[in-house]
């Protein structure tokens, strides 16, 4: 079965401009959950969604926001970029929660 | 809260020879572990979790690891390294089953020598 989907897998943006990720999940999975990766605060959430509600979100300012349409697929976006959103950013999805989640491969964001 | 702590950010490990890789984790209520690994450029791909039961876990490629609650610890195991271990490796813990949050730590760079 296909697994998740992310897109664009880069991205370079300008500092000031926004960006608007996105993430399929496998088929039937209900849960998308998104991560940010660099190299130095490491793996930290950003927040999940479950039937196109919010049910948890990380400690992150109001410009990462997302949303996720009745067909499970996910979005995340970032307003008003800085240097320090350049990251890896994985999304993740599962039936219902951490136990069986597949990641995606991420998309890498550049801001210049 | 939750806090994920690995011993090591780098490991060299010979060819052959054992692998271990140290977590340890804190929580308010008994936890549910992971260990995920990741190669260049790719996501996560999970060798194993613990959730209930037996302690001994094991994962694929031929990874396993104990929960130890008296110890807090996860650690993470192979007994031959083979040069496709070589990857970041994540231990990451959650305190429910049913959101879909995980709390990782920072990562061990595992390098495979000849």
């Known amino acids: 079965k296909a697994g998740v989907t992310q897109t664009p897998r880069y991205l370079i943006k300008t500092r000031g401009q926004q960006v608007t990720l996105s993430c399929s999940p496998i088929?039937?999975?209900?849960?998308v959950s998104w991560y940010q990766q660099t190299p130095g605060q490491g793996l930290q959430f950003l927040f999940e969604y479950f039937s196109e509600t919010q049910r948890n979100k990380g400690n992150f300012p109001g410009r990462f926001s997302g949303r996720q349409f009745s067909n499970s697929r996910s979005e995340m976006n970032v307003s008003t970029l800085e240097l320090g959103d350049s990251a890896l950013y994985l999304c993740?999805?599962?039936?219902?929660?951490?136990?069986?989640?597949?990641f995606g491969s991420g998309t890498r964001l550049t801001v210049v | 809260a939750q806090s994920v702590t690995q011993l090591g950010s780098h490991v060299s490990v010979s060819e052959g020879a054992l692998v271990l890789l140290r977590c340890n984790y804190s929580?308010?209520?008994?936890?549910?572990l992971f260990w995920y690994v990741q190669y260049p450029n790719q996501g996560l791909q999970l060798l194993l979790k613990y959730t209930t039961g037996a302690t001994l876990v094991k994962g694929i490629n031929g990874f396993e690891a104990e929960f130890k609650k008296s110890e807090t610890s996860f650690h993470l195991t192979k007994p031959s390294a083979h040069m496709s271990d070589a990857a970041e490796y994540f231990c990451?813990?959650?305190?429910?089953?049913?959101?879909?949050?995980?709390?990782f730590g920072a990562g061990t760079q595992v390098v495979v020598t000849p």
């Open positions: 990451a813990v959650s305190e429910t089953d049913s959101w879909g949050k995980l709390q």
């Open positions: 993740a999805s599962s039936l219902k929660g951490a136990l069986g989640y597949t």
């Open positions: 929580s308010s209520v008994p936890p549910y």
């Open positions: 088929s039937g999975h209900r849960s």
